[in-house]
């Protein structure tokens, strides 16, 4: 590692010290968040065992629901492993390359889940506003080219970003990051932005169809289908909004709030969507409890 003028040529190793002023607690902190993540792959991993196993599941709703699992269980898992080694085992060093290959990584399935979140909103917004045409529109075809095209769009899109970093950045005044994983947001949160915006058109149109229903059964009816997605794309949203807010204008807050959050943005979506989905929406709710009963009965 060739040093400069007081930095670092293209360094080969980074030490992530996780969350600086806490070290002392780190090994505590890393037990909740050990404990969301096993929550977290077993209630989506639940969730995809169902939608699997349920014929009359296979709709558009419930495989992009199927789709989130994914994209949430491998969001965590890029994350915790790293995070708990930082936490529990004091391992902090991390190879330079294999840095940025878990950003892009987190950046990845972080943009994908936002696109998957557009898509179910549009999937809403054509089941509530034009129900007739929602079975033509939302075919197996359609939903598997915007499973691949979020993946791609956002992979393609990061590792644009990546490259520039890894061809133009060449000095570095530290090789030791106050995190426990490495960010670059720019790219992610442009996406984020384009998503955001068509998300939130297509619920102002999805309310207003709503309430102009004449029947308050089939306004509540309409409404009921889209509250899970609705808590989701709040969690989802609302804590990157805050992450970023206080990244960008909390210079007084401690540097330990600002990574707390940045952890919590991205390990509760994981954690909550499928405790969302299995509490409000009926059909899961149903064949969960029936796997429980099942398993009591024997």
């Not at 998957?116 to 999937?123: F, G, H, Q, S, T």
């Not at 207003?208 to 289908?225: G, S, W």
């Not at 990244?247 to 807050?253: A, K, L, T, V």
Request: aromatic share 14%.
């Amino acid at each position: 590692m060739l040093q400069l003028n007081g930095t670092v040529f293209m360094p080969s190793v980074l030490t992530l010290i996780g969350i600086p002023g806490l070290e002392s607690v780190q090994f505590w902190i890393g037990i909740p968040f050990c404990a969301m993540y096993i929550v977290a792959l077993f209630g989506n991993f639940l969730i995809l065992v169902i939608i699997k196993s349920e014929h009359s599941l296979h709709e558009p709703m419930y495989l992009f629901l199927a789709m989130l699992g994914v994209t949430d269980i491998a969001l965590s898992t890029c994350i915790l492993p790293k995070m708990l080694g930082i936490f529990w085992f004091h391992s902090p060093e991390i190879l330079f390359d294999a840095c940025l290959f878990q950003m892009w990584l987190i950046h990845t399935f972080q943009c994908t889940e936002s696109g998957i979140l557009l898509a179910m909103a549009l999937d809403r917004y054509v089941a509530i506003c034009d129900p007739l045409r929602h079975a033509v529109i939302f075919t197996h075809k359609l939903l598997t080219q915007i499973g691949a095209g979020v993946t791609l769009r956002a992979s393609v899109l990061i590792a644009l970003g990546l490259i520039l970093i890894k061809c133009r950045l060449k000095h570095y005044r530290t090789t030791v990051v106050s995190h426990s994983f490495y960010l670059w947001p720019f790219v992610a949160f442009i996406i984020l932005g384009f998503d955001i915006i068509f998300i939130t058109l297509s619920y102002i149109r999805i309310f207003v169809t709503v309430f102009k229903l004449p029947q308050k059964e089939a306004r509540l009816k309409a409404f009921n289908t889209c509250i899970a997605h609705i808590c989701v794309f709040l969690v989802f949203y609302l804590l990157g909004f805050f992450s970023s807010f206080t990244h960008r204008f909390g210079f007084h807050i401690p540097s330990y709030i600002h990574i707390l959050l940045s952890n919590l943005y991205l390990l509760v979506p994981p954690f909550l969507n499928p405790i969302v989905y299995g509490v409000k929406t009926k059909q899961i709710r149903d064949r969960v409890s029936k796997i429980f009963h099942l398993k009591d009965a024997s």
